[in-house]
């Protein structure tokens, strides 16, 4: 059998062969560090299946013998092991757009699900390469200094065994081997140092748009019950531990990615009702769900587009209580132009303001009012001119790709697509946001499943290069095809139906028990957030200009966001000489 560790940027089984890790890693106070233990063996002689028996993780303190599993258990740093599964991608990529920079164009499986490991479940090993992905978590005011943790295998009457130790490691003696004595033989190992240094928060709005029909839909339960809010709690959780600290809010149900017509699932948090031609408006659903994300985490809120997508030509969804039923009173049928939607919007923005006002999160709120506008439509521009009036004093931001509609005023922030970024880079607006989807194929950072890793995570270095206010995606859990013709099972299809490319509709599966299951490109996500975090660290340290330079040596090159090292190597050097002189 074939050991090796390789870095968090590999992937095993769907690229070239891998590169091995090096020796050592530095992690800060609250940092997940992340790597991966790749495996595969030759055919066996008799044709047989082989397979290898996970054993669990053992805590050992060397500096305190006898410490086994209580102190050392303690103090060592977290750590969880789980097993990089193969995902189906039939869509890989956009055929007539893509460069030279992926990892395969076909349909094929790939690494991509990430499953917790128990003690005792076997792993089947084949010729071809797989890993477990290992984190490991420093506790914040926890003990820093070296660690080192083994991979040892294990011949048993079973068969092999693995299991992972973990051990502080005394001063001086880092990088030092350990003796594992018996019949056990350590296949790999690294030393992990932890570093007296804590990341700070992330500075800037994150947001990956939130489907909350994908809660409801996939796991079966009513739109804001008690289950419902049980499940969101779970996605939320791992929504702010990877990075997320602004939410799409569907004070009505969001008007995205929908067929001309169709509609998806009702999660319209605020109730109305009409009586003697009069709204009415409830907020109690709202107040919970901004209660449990604040519990959560969340800083940033960001009301729901006001109209529809690709040009504002009609209202969204809402439905109403009148006459003791509940009906659809807007929707696809109803112009932007309708005079009676307008005067529901003038009766619900006021109100949302004031509550969100009273809460103290107006001025950490933002708005849309159509996602991808056409700038040329009258409909976008009426809708505009409407609803300016009405969130006067609020930030109104737009996904956008021409610099002409923050000129002429119709956004706030723009949200420019990361490929035609570099007109909003040279006249800069005080704030610019910046996203990627399905569109942004070519030279520019993305996290499709055909891509290597590299490419997610390229995204941190150039975020604090060119200094962007924040960033965005449209998909954290969408469970849906595209245009939400209908509903599909994320575990089964990864790419919308065939719609985008594959890894682009969501980055965590829904898990049993309404726990989601997390994935390689959502961890490599936070490592690239992680490393813009690192970076503004050391600017607080050593100043920007420094910081800058320390990038454009070890780069060779200035930065662009079509413009960077198309290696592992830049992106893993540059975050140790961080950490090193972090460490300093």
């Given at each position: 059998?074939?050991?090796?560790?390789?870095?968090?940027?590999?992937?095993?089984?769907?690229?070239?062969?891998?590169?091995?890790?090096?020796?050592?890693?530095?992690?800060?106070?609250?940092?997940?560090?992340?790597?991966?233990?790749?495996?595969?063996?030759?055919?066996?002689?008799?044709?047989?299946a082989?397979?290898?028996?996970?054993?669990?993780?053992?805590y050992?303190?060397?500096?305190?013998?006898?410490a086994?599993?209580?102190?050392?258990?303690?103090?060592?740093?977290?750590?969880?092991?789980?097993?990089?599964?193969?995902?189906?991608?039939?869509?890989?990529?956009?055929?007539?757009?893509?460069?030279?920079?992926?990892?395969?164009?076909?349909?094929?499986?790939?690494?991509?699900?990430?499953?917790?490991?128990?003690?005792?479940?076997?792993?089947?090993?084949?010729?071809?390469?797989?890993?477990?992905?290992?984190?490991?978590?420093?506790k914040?005011?926890?003990?820093?200094?070296?660690?080192?943790?083994?991979?040892?295998?294990?011949?048993?009457?079973?068969?092999?065994?693995?299991?992972?130790?973990?051990?502080?490691?005394?001063?001086?003696?880092?990088?030092?081997?350990?003796?594992?004595?018996?019949?056990?033989?350590?296949?790999?190992?690294?030393?992990?140092?932890?570093i007296?240094?804590?990341?700070p928060?992330?500075?800037?709005?994150?947001?990956?748009?939130?489907?909350?029909?994908?809660?409801?839909?996939?796991y079966?339960?009513?739109?804001?019950?008690?289950?419902?809010?049980?499940?969101?709690?779970?996605?939320?959780?791992?929504?702010?531990?990877?990075?997320?600290?602004?939410l799409?809010?569907p004070?009505?149900?969001?008007?995205?990615?929908?067929?001309?017509?169709?509609?998806?699932?009702?999660?319209?948090?605020?109730?109305?009702?009409?009586?003697?031609?009069?709204?009415e408006?409830?907020?109690?659903?709202?107040e919970?769900?901004?209660?449990?994300?604040?519990?959560?985490?969340?800083?940033?809120?960001?009301?729901?587009?006001?109209?529809?997508?690709?040009?504002?030509?009609?209202?969204?969804?809402v439905?109403?209580?009148?006459?003791?039923?509940?009906?659809?009173?807007?929707?696809?049928?109803?112009?932007?132009s309708?005079?009676?939607?307008?005067?529901?919007?003038?009766?619900?923005?006021?109100?949302?303001?004031?509550?969100?006002?009273?809460?103290?999160?107006?001025?950490?709120?933002?708005?849309?009012?159509?996602?991808?506008?056409?700038?040329?439509?009258?409909?976008?521009?009426?809708?505009q001119?409407?609803?300016?009036?009405?969130?006067?004093?609020?930030?109104?931001?737009?996904?956008?790709?021409?610099?002409?509609?923050?000129?002429?005023?119709?956004?706030?922030?723009?949200?420019?697509?990361?490929?035609?970024?570099?007109?909003?880079?040279?006249?800069?607006?005080?704030?610019?946001?910046?996203?990627?989807?399905?569109?942004?194929?070519?030279?520019?950072p993305?996290?499709?499943?055909?891509?290597?890793?590299?490419?997610?995570?390229?995204?941190?270095?150039l975020?604090?290069?060119?200094?962007?206010?924040?960033?965005?995606?449209?998909?954290?859990?969408?469970?849906?095809?595209?245009?939400?013709?209908?509903?599909?099972?994320?575990?089964?299809?990864?790419?919308?139906?065939?719609?985008?490319?594959?890894?682009?509709?969501?980055?965590?599966?829904?898990?049993k028990?309404?726990?989601?299951?997390?994935?390689?490109?959502?961890?490599?996500?936070?490592?690239?957030?992680?490393?813009?975090?690192?970076?503004?660290?050391?600017?607080?340290?050593?100043?920007?200009?420094?910081?800058?330079?320390?990038?454009?040596?070890?780069?060779?090159?200035?930065?662009?966001?079509?413009?960077?090292?198309?290696?592992d190597?830049?992106i893993?050097?540059?975050?140790?000489?961080?950490?090193?002189?972090?460490?300093?």
């Open positions: 059998m074939e050991i090796r560790m390789v870095s968090s940027l590999e992937k095993p089984g769907a690229g070239p062969e891998p590169g091995k890790l090096g020796s050592s890693l530095y992690a800060l106070q609250n940092e997940t560090v992340s790597f991966q233990l790749a495996f595969r063996t030759g055919a066996s002689a008799d044709g047989s082989l397979c290898m028996v996970y054993q669990g993780i053992v050992e303190d060397k500096e305190r013998p006898g086994e599993d209580s102190a050392g258990r303690q103090e060592a740093p977290a750590v969880r092991i789980r097993r990089v599964l193969p995902v189906m991608c039939r869509r890989s990529c956009n055929p007539d757009s893509v460069d030279e920079d992926y990892l395969f164009y076909d349909a094929r499986k790939a690494p991509d699900l990430l499953r917790d490991m128990t003690p005792g479940e076997e792993l089947p090993v084949t010729e071809e390469w797989q890993s477990l992905w290992v984190d490991v978590c420093p914040e005011g926890g003990s820093t200094g070296n660690w080192h943790m083994d991979f040892s295998l294990n011949e048993t009457a079973a068969g092999t065994s693995l299991t992972v130790k973990v051990q502080r490691r005394p001063e001086g003696t880092a990088g030092q081997e350990t003796a594992t004595g018996g019949d056990s033989e350590t296949a790999a190992g690294v030393d992990i140092c932890v007296n240094k804590v990341l928060e992330l500075s800037i709005p994150h947001t990956e748009w939130f489907h909350y029909d994908g809660i409801a839909d996939y079966g339960v009513e739109v804001f019950s008690e289950e419902f809010w049980r499940i969101l709690r779970n996605f939320l959780a791992v929504y702010v531990k990877r990075g997320g600290n602004t799409l809010t004070v009505i149900t969001p008007p995205l990615d929908t067929e001309v017509g169709g509609e998806r699932t009702t999660v319209q948090l605020v109730e109305v009702r009409i009586r003697d031609g009069e709204y408006l409830g907020f109690a659903r709202l919970r769900f901004l209660d449990i994300c604040l519990e959560q985490g969340i800083r940033y809120f960001e009301i729901c587009h006001l109209f529809t997508q690709w040009g504002a030509n009609a209202a969204p969804k439905v109403a209580e009148q006459e003791g039923r509940l009906r659809q009173i807007f929707g696809w049928d109803t112009p932007s309708d005079p009676e939607y307008l005067r529901f919007l003038s009766v619900l923005l006021p109100a949302l303001k004031g509550l969100l006002e009273r809460r103290g999160l107006l001025e950490r709120t933002f708005f849309h009012i159509s996602d991808e506008p056409d700038i040329r439509s009258e409909h976008y521009q009426m809708s001119s409407t609803v300016r009036s009405l969130l006067k004093g609020c930030t109104i931001v737009e996904a956008v790709t021409d610099y002409l509609y923050f000129e002429k005023g119709l956004v706030d922030i723009p949200v420019c697509a990361v490929n035609y970024l570099e007109p909003f880079l040279e006249k800069r607006p005080p704030k610019l946001w910046a996203y990627y989807c399905c569109a942004q194929t070519q030279q520019v993305n996290r499709f499943i055909s891509m290597p890793s590299r490419r997610n995570r390229i995204y941190g270095i975020l604090y290069w060119h200094k962007i206010d924040g960033i965005l995606h449209w998909g954290f859990n969408f469970y849906n095809s595209q245009f939400s013709r209908k509903k599909i099972d994320p575990y089964e299809t990864v790419d919308a139906d065939g719609g985008f490319p594959a890894g682009d509709p969501f980055v965590v599966y829904p898990g028990d309404g726990v989601p299951e997390e994935s390689l490109r959502l961890m490599v996500l936070e490592e690239a957030l992680n490393d813009y975090r690192a970076l503004c660290l050391l600017e607080t340290l050593v100043g920007r200009e420094k910081v800058m330079e320390l990038i454009r040596q070890e780069a060779g090159m200035e930065l662009s966001f079509k413009q960077y090292p198309r290696n190597e830049f893993l050097g540059l975050r140790e000489k961080v950490n090193r002189m972090l460490a300093q």
